[in-house]
C-alpha cells in the first residue's frame, strides 16, 4: 500500500507561483512513476504531468509546458510541481498520482491517489 499527501496549495494572484510536494510513504517500491492531475469546477480530471523517480525524466501536458517543472527529492519519495506564470485557468484541485508504468499514470489509472490541494489563482 501506498499513501500520498500533497500539499503547497494555495490562493496566488496571476502571473504568480507555486510549488506543490506529494510525499509517499508505506510501499514505495510500487510509485516508480508519480505524477499530477488536476480537476476544474464543473469539468473532468485533465493530466498535468509525470515524472520516473529513478532518473527524474518527466513529461507535460501541453497547457502547461514551459510554466509547471517536475522534480525528485534524492530520497525518490517526494516530488515537486513547481509552477510559474500561473493563470485563472490553472484554477483547480491537483491531485498527485503514483503508479509502476507511466502509460498507466498518464491515463488517469495510476493505483494511488492522494486527496488533492486546491490551487486558486486569481484575476
Known amino acids: 500500500q501506498v499513501q500520498l499527501v500533497e500539499s503547497g496549495g494555495g490562493l496566488v494572484q496571476a502571473g504568480g507561483s507555486l510549488r506543490l510536494s506529494c510525499v509517499a510513504s508505506g510501499r514505495t517500491s510500487s510509485s516508480r512513476v508519480m505524477g499530477w492531475f488536476r480537476q476544474a469546477p464543473g469539468k473532468g480530471r485533465e493530466f498535468v504531468a509525470v515524472?520516473?523517480?529513478?532518473?527524474?525524466?518527466?513529461a507535460y501536458a501541453d497547457p502547461v509546458k514551459g510554466r509547471f517543472t517536475m522534480s525528485t527529492e534524492n530520497s525518490r519519495n517526494t516530488v515537486y510541481l513547481q509552477m510559474n506564470d500561473l493563470t485563472p485557468e490553472d484554477t483547480a484541485v491537483y491531485y498527485c498520482?503514483?503508479?509502476?508504468?507511466?502509460?498507466?499514470?498518464?491515463?488517469?489509472?495510476?493505483?494511488?491517489w492522494g486527496q488533492g490541494t486546491q490551487v486558486t489563482v486569481s484575476s
Open positions: 498520482a503514483a503508479d509502476l508504468d507511466s502509460r498507466t499514470l498518464q491515463l488517469g489509472r495510476g493505483q494511488y
Open positions: 515524472i520516473r523517480r529513478s532518473d527524474g525524466n518527466s
